[in-house]
């Protein structure tokens, strides 16, 4: 009898043993991988994406993507293997801008277990049209039209040519003069180009303009106008400064304060209350955001120095470049 117990329990506990790592959960995300488009450029703005999507335990129940950051939208699954542990995915984007930055493709899939991978796969992109594409920094800013620069900035053009084809050659002509052959490199990419140049300019008003002809005999050109160099004045600040939002609610989000500097240097910025009390000062260096030539853009998050919330009201900021008040606005706080 006493044997009998005792094989009985074996098998109950051998059973029970059974039982428990049958019944363990599957806890493993599916991976997905792109199939890569021809030099990673299209001249398709609705490129076609595809990919696969592989799991090791359940079968795959699902594939989302999204470009840029957008929402996710459902992937067409097809291609199945026999157990539906790898299926193949396919997507068609909508239309994207055609530019010199690069697009963001992200996946996701999704097992029958509900296992979902939550580090998005990813793949990049260029879109460009039939003649090559063109995107112009200066010291490393997208160039605008009348934006203050300086005296002796760093210009950096990229070009990128469709996937059958090659930069010829590379021009630019500035204020006017002679055009002159500009030479390029290809760090990472035969068909991206990035191209220097840092001229040494006099005060006043300049432009530049660079034409990129393809190995096909396509030419495409840019120019910047109207760069403002004041290196010899005071510095002030162009125009008006600006917040936004205005209003702003410091409990949800913080309000960005915007202006344009007519040349680089060390600025103080001040935010006090009606009454004249100094409850903030920031300070930003020449040639940082905050105290370089153009546009610069800083934010607030409503808290003082000493870390209190402020009220609800209006306040006044100032700028202020060597000790001399150069731009001033108004704020208003209001909380809900």
Avoid at 67 to 77: M, S
Wanted: charged share 15%; glycine share 10%.
């Amino acid at each position: 009898m006493k044997i009998g117990k005792l094989v009985f329990g074996i098998c109950l506990g051998f059973s029970v043993c059974f039982l428990g790592f049958a019944a363990q959960a599957d806890t493993t995300a599916p991976t997905c991988t792109f199939n890569h488009l021809a030099f990673d450029i299209s001249t398709n703005n609705q490129p076609i994406i595809s990919g696969e999507a592989t799991d090791t335990e359940s079968e795959i129940s699902r594939v989302e993507w999204r470009v840029d950051g957008g929402a996710f939208a459902t992937a067409i699954l097809s291609g199945f293997s026999a157990d539906r542990k790898t299926a193949t995915f396919t997507f068609e984007s909508t239309a994207l801008d055609r530019d010199t930055a690069s697009h963001l493709f992200e996946v996701r899939a999704t097992d029958a277990a509900g296992n979902i991978n939550t580090t998005f796969t990813s793949y990049s992109v260029y879109i460009i049209g039939d003649r090559p594409e063109m995107g112009l920094n200066i010291n490393g800013r997208t160039a605008v039209n009348g934006d203050t620069i300086l005296a002796a900035p760093s210009f950096e053009v990229t070009v990128i040519v469709a996937p059958t084809r090659s930069l010829a050659t590379l021009y630019y002509t500035l204020d006017g003069g002679a055009r002159q052959t500009l030479t390029g490199i290809n760090p990472d990419n035969a068909k991206i180009t990035y191209a220097f140049l840092s001229p040494q300019l006099s005060d006043g008003l300049h432009k530049i303009v660079y034409e990129a002809v393809d190995s096909n005999g396509s030419v495409s050109s840019l120019e910047a106008n109207n760069l403002i160099v004041q290196s010899a004045v005071e510095i002030s600040v162009q125009g008006l400064a600006l917040n936004f939002p205005n209003p702003f609610n410091p409990e949800t989000g913080s309000t960005s304060i915007a202006y344009t500097l007519s040349k680089a240097g060390n600025i103080n910025l001040t935010i006090h209350d009606l009454m004249g009390n100094q409850l903030v000062k920031q300070t930003y260096f020449a040639n940082a955001n905050g105290g370089r030539v153009g546009y610069n853009e800083v934010t607030w998050n409503g808290r003082s120095d000493s870390g209190d919330m402020v009220g609800n009201g209006i306040y006044i900021y100032l700028i202020i470049a060597d000790g001399r008040l150069i731009g001033r606005g108004k704020l208003t706080v209001l909380k809900k």
